[in-house]
C-alpha cells in the first residue's frame, strides 16, 4: 500500500486544517486507516484511526472531541479534520494504514500500522 498525505501548514490557535491521505495499491476497504503524530523530540504518537468499513473510530484523548477521522472507500482516501487546534498539536502527522483493526491501531499504535505515509507539517501557533 502507498499512501500519500497532504493538507497540512500552518494555522493559529483555535482555527483548523484538514488532512488528506490517499491510498493505493491494495484494496482500501480492507484496511484500517489512522493517524500519528511526532512533535520534536518526543515519540510519535497515535492520534486517529478509523475501520475498513468506515464504522468504528477511535481517538487519542487528547483530541476527542476536535479531531474528526473519516474515510472514503469509493476515492480510497482517509480525511483527518482537526478544528480548535492548540500550539500541543503542532507537529509532524502521518497517515498509517493497517491490515488488522482500527481499534488494533488504537490499543497498539506503531504496532498495529504494516503501512506508512510519508509525514505532513501541520505548526500552531499561539
Known amino acids: 500500500v502507498q499512501l500519500q498525505a497532504s493538507g497540512g501548514g500552518l494555522a493559529q490557535a483555535g482555527g483548523s486544517l484538514r488532512l488528506s491521505c490517499a491510498a493505493s495499491g491494495r484494496p482500501f476497504n480492507v484496511i484500517a486507516m489512522g493517524w500519528f503524530r511526532q512533535a520534536p523530540g518526543k515519540e510519535r504518537e497515535f492520534v486517529a484511526a478509523i475501520s475498513s468499513g468506515g464504522i468504528s473510530t477511535y481517538y487519542a484523548d487528547s483530541v476527542k472531541g476536535r479531531f474528526t477521522i473519516s474515510r472514503d472507500n469509493g476515492k480510497n482516501t482517509a480525511t483527518l479534520q482537526m478544528n480548535s487546534l492548540i500550539p500541543e498539536d503542532s507537529a509532524l502527522y502521518y497517515c498509517?494504514?493497517?491490515?488488522?483493526?482500527?481499534?488494533?491501531?488504537?490499543?497498539?499504535?506503531?504496532?498495529?500500522?504494516?503501512?506508512w505515509g510519508k509525514g505532513t507539517q501541520v505548526t500552531v501557533s499561539s
Open positions: 498509517a494504514a493497517g491490515t488488522y483493526t482500527a481499534r488494533a491501531m488504537a490499543q497498539t499504535g506503531e504496532r498495529g500500522v504494516d503501512y
